[in-house]
């Protein structure tokens, strides 16, 4: 198993905050914000990790984060000129995952609970996460039947089938980098990973795990403080780095 955090994006609704350094690089309490989501990972075990940037905070990247050494991993750099979408990040990442399995996060999402179990035992098929939500048409949603099983995903739906929201964690096996090459530009232009989902949910793999612990998106103001509220309250006492 590798991962993959995605840390592109010009952060618009955090200006002027994001005017001289990356949204993922502001900081939550006592860490800068990508430190959540790398003890997400590191705390599962992975070792090898790909670090995917705008092209105008490489350099903050690599001098904050180094090569991994300090932290026990190896870190992997690559450039995302332009959002383009999140299953791009399964692209770029083709030579890097070599053929293995891959675990996905956000760089600005920032959970209480610790998905340890979840990736380490992962096998085969894609396993994504839901959170019962006030606001579900603001992300990708889930649809479950009466058993909890997982009938429909959709991006941003303007009439949402259930509060399910889909957070920026993602495990898929090796099959994902093709299925990637295969999805479509959404009318937004992007390659939506919500296709992704789709494409595993038609395979009859895609595993759906619902949790209750705190989320933050920390993508606006807002959240920015209630991400450092979690953090000071609860989340500094149990990382990794």
Same mark, same amino acid.
């Given at each position: 198993?590798?991962?993959?955090? #995605?840390?592109?994006?010009?952060?618009?609704?955090?200006?002027?905050?994001?005017?001289?350094?990356?949204?993922?690089?502001?900081?939550?309490?006592?860490?800068?914000?990508?430190?959540?989501?790398?003890?997400?990972?590191?705390?599962?075990?992975?070792?090898?990790?790909?670090?995917?940037?705008?092209?105008?905070?490489?350099?903050?990247?690599?001098? #904050?984060?180094?090569?991994?050494?300090?932290?026990?991993?190896?870190?992997? &750099?690559?450039?995302?000129?332009?959002?383009?979408?999140?299953?791009?990040?399964?692209?770029?990442?083709?030579?890097?995952?070599?053929?293995?399995?891959?675990?996905?996060?956000?760089?600005?999402?920032?959970?209480?609970?610790?998905?340890?179990?979840?990736?380490?035992?992962?096998?085969?098929?894609?396993?994504?996460?839901?959170?019962?939500?006030?606001?579900?048409?603001?992300?990708?949603?889930?649809?479950?039947?009466?058993?909890?099983?997982?009938?429909?995903?959709?991006?941003?739906?303007?009439?949402?089938?259930?509060?399910?929201?889909?957070?920026?964690?993602?495990? &898929?096996?090796?099959?994902?980098?093709?299925?990637?090459?295969?999805?479509?530009?959404?009318?937004?232009?992007?390659?939506?990973?919500?296709?992704?989902?789709?494409?595993?949910?038609? #395979?009859?793999?895609?595993?759906?795990?619902?949790?209750?612990?705190?989320?933050?998106?920390?993508?606006?103001?807002?959240?920015?403080?209630?991400?450092?509220?979690?953090?000071?309250?609860?989340?500094?006492?149990?990382?990794?780095?």
């Amino acid at each position: 198993m590798k991962g993959i955090i #995605l840390s592109g994006g010009s952060g618009t609704r955090l200006r002027p905050l994001t005017k001289i350094t990356s949204k993922q690089l502001l900081p939550i309490y006592n860490r800068p914000m990508i430190f959540y989501p790398l003890n997400t990972l590191i705390k599962a075990g992975i070792k090898d990790i790909l670090i995917i940037v705008g092209p105008e905070r490489a350099g903050d990247y690599l001098n #904050l984060l180094g090569s991994g050494k300090e932290f026990g991993v190896k870190f992997t &750099y690559e450039i995302q000129d332009q959002p383009r979408g999140l299953a791009e990040a399964f692209i770029i990442g083709e030579s890097f995952l070599d053929g293995e399995d891959v675990t996905l996060i956000l760089g600005d999402n920032i959970f209480e609970d610790d998905f340890t179990e979840a990736i380490t035992s992962f096998e085969k098929g894609g396993r994504i996460f839901a959170k019962e939500v006030p606001d579900p048409e603001r992300f990708g949603v889930v649809e479950f039947d009466d058993a909890m099983k997982a009938i429909s995903v959709e991006e941003k739906p303007k009439q949402p089938k259930s509060h399910f929201a889909l957070p920026g964690l993602y495990i &898929y096996d090796n099959r994902v980098v093709q299925f990637a090459k295969e999805v479509l530009p959404s009318e937004r232009g992007e390659l939506e990973i919500v296709d992704l989902h789709q494409r595993y949910l038609e #395979l009859g793999e895609l595993d759906v795990r619902t949790f209750t612990g705190e989320w933050i998106d920390a993508g606006t103001f807002e959240s920015l403080f209630a991400a450092n509220r979690l953090a000071q309250e609860k989340l500094h006492k149990n990382l990794v780095i």
